[in-house]
Structure formats: C-alpha cells, structure tokens
C-alpha cells in the first residue's frame, strides 16, 4: 500500500533546469546527478535493497544546493527517498526548511510535513494523532480542490491520504460521489478507484 502511495508522488516531479557560474558546465552536472539518483531510485524498485536508496540519497545531496533551477525535481526527489527509509523525522525536518512556493502547488508542502508527522506517530503506535494529521491535511486538500476542480493530481492526492487511514469502501464511495458530478472524468475516476483498491490490498 505505502509503496504504491510513494511512487504516486513521482508523478508530480515538474522539469526544469539548472544554473550556475559556468551555466553549460553546471546545466550538465545537474542533470548527471538527477539522472543517476533516479536510476538508483529504479534500481531499488528491482532490488529492493536500502543501499540503492542511500546512493540516490548521495547524489540527491550532492546536487541539491549546487542546483537551484532543480531544487523542485530534487526536493520531490529526496522526500520519496526519505519515506522508502522511513526517515520520517529527517523528511520533515527537510520539508520544513522549505517554502510553500519551492512546490508546484500550495498544498504540497503541507502534504509531505503533515505525511512524514504522521507516519512517524503511526510508527510509534498514536493512532488518534496519526489520523488527526490526515484529517487537517485533507481539509487542506480539499480547499485546493474547490478553487481548482479540474486538477486531476490535487483530486488524487486527497484519497491518496484517506486511504491511508480511511476503510477503502468508504473512499470508493467518495470517489463514486465525485465521478457522478464529473461524468466527462469517468476514466479518470475509474483509474484513481482502481488504484486505491490495489493500494489497500
């Protein structure tokens, strides 16, 4: 389930460049340091060997403060690397140096601190607090959604966190409710249960 939720938030990595002093030079560089991180990432996947994970980890170190056009793709980056760790306490920490505008969207920011709190409070067995995080979190999300009805990521993203702490029935009905104002998404909303059932089996 958490695996699913995690590579989930890959898809959100946004493309850009890099720049610096010698900007061909660095450009390069950057691009080396994402590329390799991101194969290590793939190599984890396949393996699932730690080691993988703390190499990506290196080179996501690496390029972070030499690459401030990359720092969206290699913040993403370094918080899938973190949760795969469970370093939770690190992932916020890390998330908390950043600034809501270092994210594509306003909510995300939210949704790596509030995540990384409340897997660490599911690690040490508060449940109440873990849930209290989510709900907070998916008030936020919902905001977002209801200035942006149309942004298939944000809509994602809510069940992503409900199901992590909400029955799967009760988020395939919720999805079923929003697909019926949405007839023209039905794909879509398809897909998204279909994920959520495999995240929960």
Known sequence: MRLIYLISLLTVLSATSCSGQNKQSSDKDCETQYIQAKDKLNEYYLSNEDSSLYLALNYTDKAFPLCPEFKD???NLKITLLM?????NTGYEFV???????????????????TFK???LE???DTIGRDSCFNELEKEIEIYV????????????????KIKHIDTEIVIREIGLLQENNKEENEFFEG????IRAMSD
């Open 84 to 88: 795969l760790l469970h370093e939770y």
């Open 192 to 195: 998204l249960k279909e994920t």
């Open 73 to 75: 793709r290699l913040a």
């Open 118 to 120: 409340a897997l660490s």
């Open 96 to 114: 908390n140096t950043l600034n809501d505008n270092d994210f594509a969207k306003s909510y995300k920011r939210s949704l790596y601190l509030e």
């Open 123 to 125: 690690v040490q067995g």
């Open 146 to 161: 209801s200035k942006h009805p149309l942004d298939k990521d944000a809509i994602a993203d809510l069940f992503f966190t």
